[in-house]
């Protein structure tokens, strides 16, 4: 019976996560000792992180797996707790191609939004671009490694925020 | 004669190989698929220990995530990750409850059309109708080693979009379900192994609150 009952479970979170008519509450969130400080640098192999990630007024959370691969092609995995995948996306320094996004985000302007900001995660480079839609915050916590153990990933324009803990690496 | 021997084990052998990938004759799934909503039915608690593999095929990796399980009958359970994150799933009857690190999301099952779909989904999941919801899903069954294998597939192009298949294994001896597979058409899949299950243990209504 559990196995009907997860399946159920699954496609209520998948529901829920392309529904705008969710009741959400939302506490404030934790006071942030966040500082900026440079990314990965683009010199690194893995990273797991614990992640939300909110957008308006939607939630989603899971975890974010970044990992380089054989041909230096950096790919960015994003599923929610339960396993299913929101997005998976892959970078180089001038390429950005998108393997997989759930289809209510498959927005033009979220994927901007993501191609901008990954690889100035991974290798600290912006796309040269003007629109002030664009302009994000990144605040860093702490080290492990080449790794930071928090980041934090903002866009107040669009409304964008996404909280990043790692996991291991 | 050794050659012709050679043949028919040689055959027998390829033969042995396909049938487990050849579904069941169906009045062997239709007799798997009535001793599974047999078992079902006796059913009125389930606890379990549960192992989440999330496999990314292309990346070689695999995410590793535990926690426990908590089911009553009629629509009471609580799905709950405690390594390496917290995170906590509960339905209780029509409400729903997700809680993160410091966020909570509180659904009414009814408020929507959509959830109130999936909760006819689940209306009819409880009384075990999954494997014959045939406007969703459709089934087929394997025999696999100590496994019978069902292979649910969404109808619905919607879910069908984010699940290619779903894939789950009931134990021969007693018909629950030892793992399932969520498969992805990308190639990847969440493995869910149950571990430790107790059925049948009385408990509290507190474990399914949602308040």
């Known amino acids: ?169 | 004669m050794i050659r012709c021997l050679f043949i028919i084990l040689f055959s027998g052998l390829m033969l042995g190989g396909n049938s487990q990938h050849n579904p069941m004759p169906k009045k062997d799934a239709e007799r798997v698929n009535y001793y599974i909503l047999e078992a079902t039915k006796k059913v009125i608690t389930i606890q379990s220990e549960f192992v989440q593999e999330k496999v990314l095929s292309v990346l070689s990796e695999k995410i590793i995530t535990k926690g426990m399980f908590y089911f009553k009958k009629e629509k009471k359970l609580r799905w709950e990750y405690i390594d390496p994150f917290k995170y906590l799933i509960i339905i209780n009857n029509d409400n729903l409850l997700v809680r993160d690190d410091d966020k909570e999301n509180r659904i009414n099952l009814e408020s929507n059309k959509v959830f109130r779909e999936v909760n006819n989904i689940i209306m009819g999941t409880v009384q075990g109708t999954l494997l014959n919801d045939t406007k969703n899903f459709q089934a087929s069954f394997f025999d696999e080693n100590s496994y019978y294998l069902c292979k649910l597939v969404p109808l619905q192009s919607r879910l069908r979009e984010s699940l290619s298949e779903i894939w789950l294994y009931f134990n021969k001896e007693d018909y629950s379900v030892d793992k399932l597979d969520l498969r992805e058409s990308s190639g990847d899949y969440t493995r869910i192994i149950f571990k430790s299950k107790k059925l049948n243990l009385p408990l509290s209504d507190e474990i399914f609150s949602v308040r």
Request: hydrophobic content about 40%; aromatic content about 12%; some cysteine.
């Open chain 1, 1 to 169: 019976m559990k196995y009907f009952l997860y399946v159920s479970l699954l496609l209520i979170i998948v529901y829920s996560c392309s529904s705008a008519n969710q009741t959400s509450i939302n506490h404030p969130a934790k006071g942030k000792t966040l500082s900026p400080s440079p990314g990965f640098n683009g010199n690194f192999e893995k990273a797991l992180f614990k992640a939300s990630l909110d957008i308006r007024n939607q939630h989603l959370s899971g975890f974010l797996l970044i990992k380089k691969t054989a041909d230096s092609t950096y790919r960015i995995v994003f599923a929610n707790e339960i396993g299913m995948t929101l997005f998976d996306l892959g970078f180089q320094e001038s390429q950005f191609k998108v393997h997989y996004i759930f289809e209510p985000m498959k927005k033009k302007i979220l994927l901007r939004l993501f191609e901008n900001d990954f690889k100035r995660l991974i290798f600290d480079i912006e796309r040269s671009n003007s629109n002030p839609l664009m302009k994000t915050i990144f605040q860093y916590e702490g080290q492990k490694g080449q790794i930071p153990r928090r980041i934090s990933i903002s866009n107040p324009v669009i409304k964008m925020n996404m909280e990043l803990t790692l996991i291991s690496q």
